[in-house]
């Protein structure tokens, strides 16, 4: 039996075939939302241009000098172009010129993207035409206020010297947060080393000290209050105006798109993402073959899940046709044999 796995979301999106033998009794754990239709990109604009909770994006613009767009990086399979390319007609429109407008990778503490990285995300034709920058979490950070559980909040300069700051990004289930989304473009998106630094030890801690197998139990879970009340106060401390939330199938096509206040679109966008990555419950496996597609440089999330799905003493083969390697996470990645970030 061959079966075809969706691979190389950033390398040409060239399939991958496995053959399992024809004696084995497989069973194919499909999420329902490769059952869903492909958005078209007037099918995109419609849904971006009727927000949830917010005035539309050209009516935000009006009376603003400038704009600011963040959007994730590539440890996200979110396609970006046709949002980007929407917000882009939007603003212009509304007179905001087209020099003053500026693309920011919300990268947080993983490693900055290359130029061609920034095609992949926006198109070339973006890239070519308009200033991309990425995020630095080391310098050039500004100091936004407190949260109410005391954590001080440092925003990237750049993202708070314009008007209008909008963020796009993928809304996928995530193992501490329960769902991307949201408020996460800008913690940890564009927020400095510390800021980070006390957001993911008070998400570790809960999670590590409520759970017995944390990273699986926690993916499509929103019980992490304190997590999601951080990146909500975070968000709205930065001034994040507009946020654009895609939902996607295996393939990484977009399957739905959530705008508007990115507090009040990303729970909207919740109730949909159940639905879209739901897959039907079986028994557990002695084989699970995990497909990292989306996450290829963070893959080893997937055999996270994975290893919930086999018997004990089962196998686990992990697919992740990922030509980068691991993602750089200056936060938790290993930096030699002995040494690494602060956690």
């Given at each position: 039996m061959k079966i075809s796995l969706p691979q190389n979301r950033w390398f040409g999106k060239e399939p991958v075939w496995i053959d399992v033998p024809d004696s084995w009794d497989t069973h194919i754990a499909e999420m329902a939302g490769d059952q869903l239709p492909?958005?078209?990109y007037e099918q995109i604009r419609e849904k971006i241009n009727k927000p949830i909770g917010s005035p539309s994006i050209a009516e935000l613009a009006v009376g603003k000098r400038n704009a600011v767009i963040l959007f994730d990086d590539m440890s996200r399979g979110t396609p970006c172009?046709?949002?980007?390319?929407?917000?882009?007609?939007?603003?212009?429109?509304?007179?905001?010129?087209k020099d003053k407008i500026l693309f920011l990778c919300a990268q947080g503490m993983h490693g900055a993207l290359e130029y061609d990285d920034f095609a992949k995300k926006l198109g070339w034709d973006i890239v070519r035409e308009y200033p991309v920058f990425n995020h630095n979490p080391y310098e050039n950070l500004v100091h936004?206020?407190?949260?109410?559980r005391g954590f001080s909040v440092e925003i990237n300069a750049e993202?708070?010297?314009?008007?209008?700051?909008?963020?796009?990004?993928?809304?996928?289930?995530?193992?501490?947060?329960?769902?991307?989304?949201?408020?996460?473009?800008?913690?940890?998106?564009?927020?400095?080393?510390?800021t980070v630094d006390l957001n993911h030890k008070a998400v570790f801690g809960y999670v590590f000290l409520n759970k017995s197998a944390p990273f699986t139990n926690m993916i499509g879970n929103l019980?992490?209050?304190?997590?999601?009340?951080?990146?909500?106060?975070?968000?709205?401390?930065?001034?994040?105006?507009?946020?654009?939330?895609?939902?996607?199938?295996?393939?990484?096509d977009i399957v739905d798109v959530f705008s508007g206040h990115p507090i009040k679109e990303y729970y909207e966008g919740v109730k949909k993402a159940f639905e879209v990555y739901a897959m039907d419950h079986f028994d557990q496996v002695d084989v699970c073959i995990a497909n990292g597609n989306a996450k290829g440089n963070e893959a080893s999330m997937a055999a996270t899940?994975?290893?919930?799905?086999?018997h004990p003493g089962g196998d686990i083969v992990l697919v992740n046709f990922c030509r980068t390697g691991p993602v750089a996470h200056y936060l938790v990645s290993g930096w030699g044999m002995s040494t690494g970030g602060r956690q």
């Open positions: 492909v958005l078209s172009q046709e949002a980007a390319h929407i917000v882009l007609e939007e603003l212009l429109k509304a007179g905001i010129s936004v206020g407190t949260t109410s993202f708070m010297k314009y008007d209008l700051r909008i963020g796009i990004g993928g809304l996928v289930p995530h193992p501490t947060a329960g769902f991307g989304g949201g408020g996460k473009i800008v913690l940890p998106g564009v927020t400095g080393l510390d019980q992490n209050k304190d997590l999601r009340e951080d990146v909500e106060e975070v968000a709205m401390l930065a001034g994040l105006d507009f946020k654009i939330d895609i939902l996607m199938n295996t393939n990484c899940v994975a290893a919930e799905a086999v």
